[in-house]
């Protein structure tokens, strides 16, 4: 087949199919932008940690100022390329209310970003010291993302979160949508393969390890058969709550109890009570209260135990 045959029916199926970017119309976000925008924002929440040269401390102003202004840029332009395709009345003017808004919770946003953190340090004995947590830890990455994109959820924005929940999601194999509600100090051990959906919440102080799924049990369709959005469908995750490696937790009306351990390769899909211990013995899951013994030594906010 020659290159013009190929030609020609790549130009059939773009007008029968789709699926090409608003010719002639709306402009939308580019992956390699918003790639560049995720990194920015890592930038700017661990200064000095991700430059290619060693940044000394009276520089950090003039650092902050670049960086501010270069993500204020860049989130303006994306966010109008975004309410133009929502069809907003007032694209350019509430992209540049958003982008004012957005950065202005940076402070906020890194407050609670080092619980993560902290979480990670005092969670994982092979942590050597914080500086190795922010540098090498995948978890600080995509929990980071998620956060800073639930901003954008939250505000309305479309497209935007997804797209830099995915970039998170590229690099480090742990897939959270920016929808999800997550409390402090939340530590997501190796993190490969770890789900998260648009519903979930998750309390304070809740370790995850790789492969672990907070999904759907099924999807409500409507009288055309097509799924129903905006409808509870993820599990809720009390505080102070170990989930081991490759358990499945799956519905939006299981709630699992605060202080209590979900065993590796669970498949739960109802609710447990708080304090509680779930495993298979053999092929039968077992759900008991912990026993005294089993305590965790300490709950504190710098999850030590």
């Known amino acids: 087949m020659s290159h013009d045959a190929i030609k020609a029916a790549l130009l059939a199926s773009y007008e029968a199919d ?35 040269r060693g940044v000394a401390k009276k520089d950090v102003p003039a650092l902050v100022t670049r960086l501010l202004g270069g993500l204020d840029q860049r989130l303006n332009a994306e966010f ?6 929502a069809k907003h009345a007032d694209p350019a003017g509430q992209a540049r209310t958003l982008s004012t808004e957005v950065l202005g919770r940076f402070p906020e946003l890194r407050k609670l ?26 978890c600080v990455l995509v929990i980071s993302l998620q956060r800073f994109a639930h901003v954008l959820y939250q505000l309305g924005v479309p497209l935007l979160p997804r797209m830099i929940t995915e970039y998170g999601h590229e690099r480090t194999g742990a897939d959270l949508h920016p929808g999800a509600e997550i409390g ?35 999807f409500e369709v409507d009288t055309a058969g097509n799924p129903v959005k905006g409808v509870k469908r993820h599990p809720d995750i009390g505080e102070n709550v170990t989930i081991y490696a490759h358990a499945t937790i799956l519905g939006g009306d299981t709630q699992i109890g605060a202080h209590s351990v979900i065993g590796g390769n669970v498949w739960l899909l109802e609710s447990i009570p708080p304090n509680s211990i779930t495993y298979y013995k053999g092929d039968d899951l077992v759900i008991r209260q912990r026993k005294k013994k089993e305590d965790l030594v300490a709950e504190a906010p710098d999850w030590v135990i």
């Open 184 to 218: 402090t100090h939340f530590f997501i051990d190796h993190g490969t393969g770890v789900v998260i959906g648009e519903t979930a919440r998750i309390g304070n102080h809740v370790k995850l390890y790789q492969g672990v799924t907070l999904g759907a049990k099924s």
């Open 80 to 85: 109008e390329k975004c309410l133009r395709f």
């Open 113 to 138: 970003i080092q619980t993560d953190v902290t979480a990670a340090y005092h969670g994982d004995p092979a942590a050597r010291s914080i500086e190795e947590i922010i540098l090498a830890y995948p």
């Open 18 to 52: 789709g699926g090409i970017n608003h010719v002639d119309g709306v402009n939308l976000p580019s992956q390699e932008s918003v790639n560049t925008l995720a990194r920015d924002v890592m930038h700017l929440l661990f200064p000095g940690y991700f430059e290619e």
